[in-house]
């Protein structure tokens, strides 16, 4: 009871903080979403979201910039982790040059450095297609919606699957050894001891990874932002960079916070339900 | 007691010291040029006696920062706006203060270029002082032109002699091109359109700004020569990606011909490729049935919250006078002032490239000077785009984007 009061106590300025800086503001984009120009009280803003083309597509273009990110982030995540969990010698070379190195590239960096590669005029991924003959010629990938969302997703992978590795690896290393000792005794092979031992074993470290990459994805905004800026036509454009431009570019603030507030519920959402799922599995 | 009394004092110490400072917000290509601004600046500082804070922001954040802190209410006295479309956008939004009064009676606006008025004008009021501009011409390289068998100094003139030339130029198995056609969802692909649109004999809106006016037969021929530069004749890069800055940088490597460009380009040209020099220029863009160029440029706006109006209109009037524009052109060679009388009196009168560009200017439109601005020109993009992407015909892609034009200014 005494340490629940304790740490009740120390969370307490965090939680004070989230108020003021999360909720206030939440509070206030709430308003504004019901505001007009004028300040007087409307559904205009949410009318004009749900009538607008621009919004399905982006919801449509986020659904599947977050399918083929997360998928590919957690998937390379941890065949990574599996791998260099294996590696006994120069862990630390090799944990750094594959986990760290992308993940601390900054987002705009990382994007500017993309984009240059898939260029068409000077791009070092078309030179070496090309060298190696698997391209005849120089592949315009940014140029076609449908190519230029597959190159953000790429470069979407490269970006964050560092961060789901890094989680498995942690998570891989709490699995007791005697687990798979059992499982070799009773003749298991490494496929066999993959599923039935690591998978459910990691299963609390993946939900938690699936969570975060989901909601990070959703919210990621950058790397769309310096490779493709929403296009080629609306080819990539998502929620936030929909978002983003109606503020900050069509000055229309009112329809921005409503969107925002869509997006939020979303978010809110998807945490929601992977947070009550992950505290049933605990209890039970 | 003493304390207090301390405390106040040191307090409307601070508060008059900060009251007597002006801080402009500098943006665009003329941010890059700051020590020139110091020296500007210090001249104006020792006249009046008024503490000036410059602060220089680049052309890609500034539009984003400009815009938090009107909207925030936190504005400099004194800021930078640019020609297309900024001013009347933020003056329906309440945040600029009308300089009406000052510019009827300040001697030297009979100097300014007439067609810049519309730009800062928002419901018959002045909300700006242009202050530099330009127009929009064809930037063009000489070695290239030499290259292919063509005489440099005879551009082409006409839009057929304009794919004669880029498809002499154009060899696409090494990746050289003619033209460049902007085609990206940017700024840059409207102002290409606008070019041919104008060139055609057609217009974007109607006179009243009331209307979508580009759905005509010349609209229509403009569209198709502008993506067909791209489609059919295979004159330009991907044109999907690229717009003409990149088409610049293209050209000081030798692998784009012409594009559109202006007066800042050459500083920019010449950082990308030393060698340059000398091996480009520009001429007035190829056209159909009339002359044409959009204009654009910069100009000086007073935010309404500024507690020093009067002093921001002082150092406004300041940066735009003669003296000081002479000056900055003699040290320069550049951007294009506003003022007439500094452009014919200065060296600039005599420099080619120059006269070029003082022949055209009198041809350039102005983007629509109203709030709705960035909305259309987002749907001329997409309509470039959808017709580039063979998502749409030209005839269909035309109606689309005037429909949601006309929905966007509300006409039936």
């Known amino acids: ?284 | 007691m003493k304390k207090v009394f301390l405390c106040i004092v040191l307090v409307s110490l601070v508060l008059l010291s900060f009251g007597k400072t002006l801080t402009i917000w500098i943006g665009g290509q003329v941010a890059e040029l700051d020590e020139t601004w110091n020296s500007i600046i210090k001249v104006f500082e020792q006249k009046y006696g008024i503490k000036v804070e410059v602060q220089l922001f680049g052309f890609d954040t500034y539009y984003d920062k400009l815009v938090t802190a009107l909207q925030a209410g936190k504005g400099p006295d004194l800021a930078f706006a640019d020609l297309g479309g900024w001013v009347p956008t933020f003056a329906e939004k309440g945040w600029l203060e009308p300089m009406e009064e000052q510019i009827k009676k300040w001697e030297g606006t009979p100097q300014i270029w007439p067609n810049l008025w519309p730009t800062v004008t928002y419901k018959g009021v002045r909300y700006g002082l242009p202050w530099y501009t330009d127009c929009r011409l064809l930037l063009y390289n000489k070695t290239m032109f030499e290259q292919a068998g063509l005489d440099p100094n005879n551009p082409p003139k006409t839009w057929d002699e304009l794919v004669a030339a880029a498809q002499k130029i154009t060899d696409t198995k090494n990746r050289i091109y003619g033209y460049g056609v902007s085609g990206t969802k940017t700024e840059h692909t409207t102002l290409g359109y606008m070019m041919f649109l104008y060139a055609a004999g057609g217009k974007l809106l109607t006179d009243d700004y009331s209307r979508a006016a580009f759905n005509t037969p010349e609209g229509l021929k403009a569209l198709k020569f502008y993506t067909d530069l791209a489609k059919r004749y295979g004159v330009s890069p991907n044109a999907v990606q690229y717009h003409e800055d990149d088409y610049r940088n293209m050209m000081a490597q030798n692998r784009v011909a012409m594009s559109i460009g202006g007066p800042w380009s050459f500083p920019l040209i010449e950082a990308a490729n030393p060698n340059i020099v000398g091996k480009y220029s520009v001429a007035l863009h190829p056209y159909d049935s009339q002359p044409a160029s959009v204009l654009g440029g910069w100009a000086l706006v007073i935010p309404k919250t500024s507690p020093n109006k009067e002093d921001a209109w002082k150092l406004a009037e300041y940066l735009t006078s003669f003296d000081v524009w002479m000056k900055w052109v003699e040290e320069k060679g550049g951007p294009m002032p506003t003022r007439m009388d500094v452009c014919t009196k200065s060296k600039l009168a005599n420099d080619p490239k120059w006269q070029v560009i003082f022949k055209t200017f009198p041809y350039a439109v102005a983007r629509p000077p109203i709030p709705q601005y960035p909305q259309i020109s987002e749907q001329i993009q997409i309509m470039v785009q959808k017709v580039l992407l063979n998502e749409l015909t030209p005839e269909e892609a035309i109606k689309v984007a005037a429909e949601n034009v006309n929905k966007i200014l509300g006409a039936k």
């Open chain 1, 1 to 284: 009871m005494r340490e629940q009061k304790i740490a009740l106590r120390m969370v307490m300025p965090y939680v004070l903080i989230i108020i003021a800086f999360v909720v206030l503001l939440l509070i206030s984009n709430i308003v504004m979403s019901f505001s007009t120009t004028d300040g007087n009280f409307t559904f205009q803003n949410y009318k004009a979201i749900f009538t607008d083309n621009v919004f399905y597509k982006s919801v449509f273009n986020t659904c599947i910039w977050v399918l083929g990110s997360v998928a590919g982030q957690i998937l390379l995540g941890l065949a990574v982790a599996l791998l260099l969990t294996q590696i006994k010698r120069g862990q630390v070379f090799f944990r750094s040059i594959i986990l760290i190195l992308p993940w601390a590239t900054l987002d705009i960096v990382a994007g500017v450095m993309w984009k240059w590669m898939y260029n068409d005029m000077y791009g070092v991924l078309n030179d070496i297609l090309v060298k190696i003959g698997l391209a005849k010629d120089y592949i315009p990938w940014l140029a076609t919606p449908k190519m230029a969302m597959i190159a953000v997703i790429v470069a979407n992978i490269w970006k964050g699957f560092c961060l789901s590795g890094m989680f498995f690896i942690a998570g891989i290393q709490t699995i007791p050894r005697e687990l798979y000792e059992a499982a070799e005794i009773d003749g298991a092979n490494a496929y066999g001891r993959f599923w039935n031992v690591t998978i459910p074993q990691l299963k609390p470290v993946l939900m938690t990874t699936l969570m975060f990459t989901i909601i990070w994805t959703i919210n990621y905004f950058p790397l769309i932002y310096v490779m493709t800026g929403g296009g080629p036509n609306y080819g990539t454009e998502t929620i936030v960079t929909y978002i983003y431009r109606l503020s900050l570019r069509f000055l229309e603030y009112n329809k921005a916070a409503a969107l925002s507030n869509i997006l939020f519920i979303i978010v809110f959402t998807i945490a929601y339900l992977f947070t009550k799922k992950m505290a049933r599995e605990v209890a039970a």
